[in-house]
């Protein structure tokens, strides 16, 4: 491979120091003259400067680098192949790219582990708990930091300590666990120096800034006569996010500005301030086109649809969201997920059962040989080891396949019941809010489509509003033809969900019209929704034994159905009792007392849209 071009410097802004830095490092990796060793560790720094500002140009030095280390074959080039790995996984993480974030990372540790270098096997479990927190797997990101804060504990390293506290405190953050979430964070501050360690401290600052973001959010959901709570938290978020944007801006870390600039729109969007939001949003998403972060631009394209659909500014809004749904769909389509399962079952197999199992086998052929060369000449240890390893990988492939369709019908808790004590109790909820949604003329359109165009079209609908109730938590109860049932506020309750389902909602009309507008382009039928929404209690719990499935019973079902078949096309049509929960946030218009089939007159509502501030 050529030489790494100093051009290369050109494409982004550095802080000055980084610059020569960077300059120095490529200059040393392009010098034949120098031994391989200090060439190839030269291209890393190089890299690792570039991680965070240029994942594009961090992935040509890295090739670069490992050109160099397949040309040496001293005991050093196990440690250089594991550095280069987990640079790798790192971008690949950046990028968005999990299933080869999480192939890069499972080398490096194998590697990592044949050195006996803790340090290094704790910067992967680091990579490894990243990469299932960016894929909304909480349970086994945590598993992961956990590992790695033991270990950096045991070797002493402050920094490491800091960092492994900090991601721990995002899951407990993304869990919902905030004031755990911030002893963590408050804690990683006592092992970090700020003089020396500017990044983890704007880091810390940052992590701070969202927490109370979030309890903003909450707090304003509630909207319990705690204005000057909600006010303090969204102050000590922006003072917190600001602390840390300056240290980034001085250090020239692009990409951490990015993240601290989506955090200020978020906080300005909830407190009502959409003009500055939609500034801070915009700078983030332009920087993030610029450095080729697929998940900071969907995650800004996200923030500026807020803001702009507050405002009035449907187009804009439409536009942004449509973008948002492209890139979320990329990095987060069918095929990653099962290609991280994938993996991760090769992964834990390999290290946790083939050594065993080859061991017993080899054991097993030795003192049998000779009975085996009598019985079948053919058949050698090697063909035992074959077979034992095929079991092996089909009884675990079929326990995890098991868990995962378990967890595709289920509720987690109600999944957990299930496995522990071979049923779930039926439970009674006080509050919940259900959803119904169908679609406008579908009998018409249906005669319109072939059986393969319908499938695929209802499909396609369904996909995305299941996207959007992950999003806000909501359960997904089941499809009937082309209805949609779904509730918030089981089978963990929680007294947002009315707020989380009227959310939910405007973001499934706002999907609906992109769906829309695409098959108006291409000259195509299209369907339109109505959604209707009531809250009040429930009976929950599992149906069914051989295809079993959790449902919800009682009125507030039968109710919320009336209100979806009485309502109108593009609209939300709300029960009395779910206005009454949302009223303080949203406003609404009064359709007086509608006749609903066998439920005779209710109160019902159309969202208007959220109150905007005085």
């Given at each position: 491979?050529?030489?790494?071009?100093?051009?290369?410097?050109?494409?982004?802004?550095?802080?000055?120091?980084?610059?020569?830095?960077?300059?120095?490092?490529?200059?040393?990796?392009?010098?034949?003259?120098?031994?391989?060793?200090?060439?190839?560790?030269?291209?890393?720094?190089?890299?690792?400067?570039?991680?965070?500002?240029?994942?594009?140009?961090?992935?040509?030095?890295?090739?670069?680098?490992?050109?160099?280390?397949?040309?040496?074959?001293?005991?050093?080039?196990?440690?250089?192949?594991?550095?280069?790995?987990?640079?790798?996984?790192?971008?690949?993480?950046?990028?968005?790219?999990?299933?080869?974030?999480?192939?890069?990372?499972?080398?490096?540790?194998?590697?990592?582990?044949?050195?006996?270098?803790?340090?290094?096997?704790?910067?992967?479990?680091?990579?490894?708990?990243?990469?299932?927190?960016?894929?909304?797997?909480?349970?086994?990101?945590?598993?992961?930091?956990?590992?790695?804060?033991?270990?950096?504990?045991?070797?002493?390293?402050?920094?490491?300590?800091?960092?492994?506290?900090?991601?721990?405190?995002?899951?407990?953050?993304?869990?919902?666990?905030?004031?755990?979430?911030?002893?963590?964070?408050?804690?990683?501050?006592?092992?970090?120096?700020?003089?020396?360690?500017?990044?983890?401290?704007?880091?810390?600052?940052?992590?701070?800034?969202?927490?109370?973001?979030?309890?903003?959010?909450?707090?304003?959901?509630?909207?319990?006569?705690?204005?000057?709570?909600?006010?303090?938290?969204?102050?000590?978020?922006?003072?917190?996010?600001?602390?840390?944007?300056?240290?980034?801006?001085?250090?020239?870390?692009?990409?951490?500005?990015?993240?601290?600039?989506?955090?200020?729109?978020?906080?300005?969007?909830?407190?009502?301030?959409?003009?500055?939001?939609?500034?801070?949003?915009?700078?983030?998403?332009?920087?993030?086109?610029?450095?080729?972060?697929?998940?900071?631009?969907?995650?800004?394209?996200?923030?500026?649809?807020?803001?702009?659909?507050?405002?009035?500014?449907?187009?804009?809004?439409l536009q942004y969201f449509e973008i948002y749904k492209q890139i979320s769909d990329s990095i987060k389509n069918t095929d990653n997920e099962r290609s991280m399962v994938e993996k991760e079952l090769n992964f834990n197999y390999e290290k946790e059962k083939l050594s065993d199992s080859l061991q017993y086998a080899q054991k097993e052929a030795i003192a049998d040989s000779q009975i085996?060369?009598?019985?079948?000449?053919?058949?050698?240890?090697?063909?035992?080891?074959?077979?034992?390893?095929?079991?092996?990988?089909?009884?675990?492939?079929?326990?995890?396949?098991?868990?995962?369709?378990?967890?595709?019908?289920?509720?987690?808790?109600?999944?957990?019941?299930?496995?522990?004590?071979?049923?779930?109790?039926?439970?009674?909820?006080?509050?919940?809010?259900?959803?119904?949604?169908?679609?406008?003329?579908?009998?018409?359109?249906?005669?319109?489509?072939?059986?393969?165009?319908?499938?695929?079209?209802?499909?396609?609908?369904f996909k995305g509003i299941d996207k959007i109730m992950g999003k806000y938590n909501i359960e997904k109860i089941k499809t009937i033809g082309d209805a949609y049932m779904a509730a918030g506020g089981l089978p963990t309750t929680n007294t947002t969900h009315p707020i989380d389902v009227v959310m939910a909602a405007e973001e499934i009309i706002l999907f609906m019209e992109c769906l829309?507008?695409?098959?108006?382009?291409?000259?195509?039928?299209?369907?339109?929704?109505?959604?209707?929404?009531?809250?009040?209690?429930?009976?929950?719990?599992?149906?069914?034994?051989?295809?079993?499935?959790?449902?919800?019973?009682?009125?507030?079902?039968?109710?919320?159905?009336?209100?979806?078949?009485?309502?109108?096309?593009?609209?939300?049509?709300?029960?009395?009792?779910?206005?009454?929960?949302?009223?303080?946030?949203?406003?609404?218009?009064?359709?007086?007392?509608?006749?609903?089939?066998?439920?005779?007159?209710?109160?019902?509502?159309?969202?208007?849209?959220?109150?905007?501030?005085?």
């Amino acid at each position: 491979m050529k030489n790494i071009p100093l051009l290369i410097l050109f494409l982004f802004a550095f802080q000055a120091k980084a610059q020569n830095n960077l300059k120095d490092h490529i200059k040393a990796g392009n010098n034949t003259s120098l031994n391989m060793k200090l060439r190839i560790e030269s291209y890393h720094k190089a890299a690792k400067l570039l991680t965070n500002t240029n994942p594009d140009s961090a992935l040509i030095i890295l090739e670069a680098s490992s050109e160099l280390i397949r040309k040496i074959t001293t005991d050093d080039s196990l440690s250089h192949v594991e550095l280069n790995n987990l640079t790798r996984a790192e971008t690949y993480l950046i990028q968005g790219l999990y299933p080869k974030a999480l192939e890069y990372a499972q080398h490096a540790l194998t590697v990592s582990e044949q050195l006996k270098d803790k340090i290094l096997i704790a910067d992967c479990y680091s990579i490894i708990g990243q990469i299932y927190e960016r894929q909304e797997n909480n349970v086994k990101a945590e598993e992961y930091h956990k590992k790695a804060l033991k270990i950096n504990r045991i070797i002493g390293d402050s920094v490491r300590v800091a960092t492994s506290l900090s991601l721990l405190g995002n899951i407990y953050g993304a869990t919902k666990r905030h004031i755990e979430s911030l002893k963590f964070y408050n804690e990683s501050l006592k092992f970090i120096n700020p003089e020396k360690n500017s990044v983890q401290v704007a880091i810390a600052y940052g992590n701070i800034g969202y927490v109370y973001y979030e309890l903003g959010t909450i707090e304003e959901k509630k909207k319990d006569n705690k204005k000057a709570k909600v006010s303090k938290y969204f102050e000590e978020s922006l003072a917190a996010t600001d602390s840390a944007l300056n240290i980034f801006k001085k250090i020239g870390n692009k990409r951490f500005q990015i993240i601290a600039s989506l955090n200020k729109g978020l906080v300005y969007n909830e407190s009502g301030d959409y003009v500055t939001a939609k500034k801070w949003c915009q700078s983030a998403y332009d920087a993030a086109a610029e450095l080729k972060i697929p998940p900071l631009r969907s995650d800004a394209c996200d923030c500026l649809y807020k803001s702009n659909k507050a405002m009035g500014n449907m187009e804009e809004a439409l536009q942004y969201f449509e973008i948002y749904k492209q890139i979320s769909d990329s990095i987060k389509n069918t095929d990653n997920e099962r290609s991280m399962v994938e993996k991760e079952l090769n992964f834990n197999y390999e290290k946790e059962k083939l050594s065993d199992s080859l061991q017993y086998a080899q054991k097993e052929a030795i003192a049998d040989s000779q009975i085996q060369k009598q019985r079948i000449g053919l058949i050698s240890a090697a063909g035992i080891v074959v077979l034992i390893v095929l079991l092996l990988v089909v009884m675990i492939k079929g326990k995890k396949r098991s868990d995962e369709l378990l967890l595709n019908i289920l509720p987690f808790d109600t999944a957990q019941e299930l496995k522990k004590k071979g049923k779930a109790e039926t439970k009674n909820f006080d509050s919940v809010t259900v959803l119904f949604t169908d679609f406008k003329g579908f009998t018409t359109i249906s005669e319109m489509l072939s059986p393969k165009e319908l499938v695929t079209e209802i499909d396609t609908c369904f996909k995305g509003i299941d996207k959007i109730m992950g999003k806000y938590n909501i359960e997904k109860i089941k499809t009937i033809g082309d209805a949609y049932m779904a509730a918030g506020g089981l089978p963990t309750t929680n007294t947002t969900h009315p707020i989380d389902v009227v959310m939910a909602a405007e973001e499934i009309i706002l999907f609906m019209e992109c769906l829309k507008q695409e098959r108006i382009k291409n000259n195509k039928p299209f369907f339109e929704i109505r959604i209707g929404i009531h809250t009040g209690p429930v009976i929950a719990g599992i149906v069914g034994i051989k295809k079993f499935s959790y449902d919800i019973w009682g009125d507030t079902v039968n109710t919320a159905s009336r209100l979806e078949s009485s309502g109108e096309v593009n609209k939300i049509n709300l029960s009395g009792a779910t206005y009454d929960l949302i009223k303080d946030q949203y406003q609404c218009e009064h359709r007086g007392k509608i006749e609903a089939k066998n439920k005779g007159k209710i109160d019902m509502y159309f969202l208007v849209g959220k109150i905007q501030p005085a």
